[in-house]
């Protein structure tokens, strides 16, 4: 196994001022005094990239759910929404999304097919994530919610990864990643310059959109989204586990709720 850096775990847990109504709880609030809400966990939807390229929602309840993930020339990929709709930025005609050894990034124009275009380079750069049209294979009239994800990312030249996360747009929080020099340790590093990292909002509330970019910190960095073709095995115990269920694909738990409750709200 190669060397792998980790983020500081975080558990995602309610602020004392916002309630999460759980569509089977049919809870109308949450006094201060009580417990975190835990909302209903659905299932786990994973991305896999190597041999085969695909989503794949495992519920709870039910039968997986499949999402293939398609590059019939060069490197950009053909839209599929049958569980994600991934969109790049910036956006079409400008850029697409691109898929070039086993990394998803974004090509623009005069970036050719090659490497750049399974990158995320830069701050102008960014990968869309998007479950609003994410519809339940058990309820026809549901959607889900992430409330925590981890993701297998492969960086260049020291990126600072950013993620941020929305709920029916609205940011609900901000993820950052350093990956350092480590990251620059060449492309036959196998997993050395890949990351497991632990994405969840402080304020414990799910999230429907993930956008994915380097922060301005590093703006001459790159970064991947990877779905474990070179990454490193997570221990049990850490990160996200019991979602890491022995796999480094990238990995996004999956809940059900309603809407938001905010303090004064009925």
Known sequence: MG????????????????????????ASGLVPSAPPFSPPEVGVLRLHLGATDYFRFDPVVGSAV???????????????????????????S?????????????????????????RINGTSQA?????????????????????YAELDIEAKGGATAKAVMYLDGVVM?????????????????TDGDNF??????????????LVLTVDAS??????????????TLPQPGGLGDPLNLNTNDSLFHLVDIDGVLNCGDT
């Open 3 to 26: 060397r792998s850096t980790r983020s500081i775990a975080k558990v995602a847990v309610l602020a004392s001022l916002v309630a999460l109504v759980g569509t089977s709880t049919g």
């Open 66 to 92: 499949t999402q293939s993930i398609a590059v019939p020339s060069g490197c950009a990929v053909t839209p599929d929404t049958t569980l994600v709709n991934l969109t790049p930025q910036p956006a079409p």
């Open 94 to 118: 400008q850029g697409t999304v691109g898929l070039f050894d086993n990394g998803l990034g974004v090509r623009v124009k005069g970036e050719g097919t090659g490497t750049p275009c399974g």
């Open 127 to 147: 990968l869309v994530l998007d479950l609003n049209d994410l519809i339940s294979p058990i309820s026809s009239i549901a959607t889900y919610e992430i409330d």
């Open 173 to 189: 929080g901000t993820d950052l990643l350093t990956t350092g020099a480590n990251s620059d340790s060449g492309p036959d590093s």
């Open 196 to 209: 497991r990292w632990l994405v969840a909002p402080d304020s414990g509330v799910p999230f429907d959109k």
């Open 218 to 231: 590093t703006p001459d960095g790159a970064i991947s989204l990877e779905g474990g073709a070179d990454g």
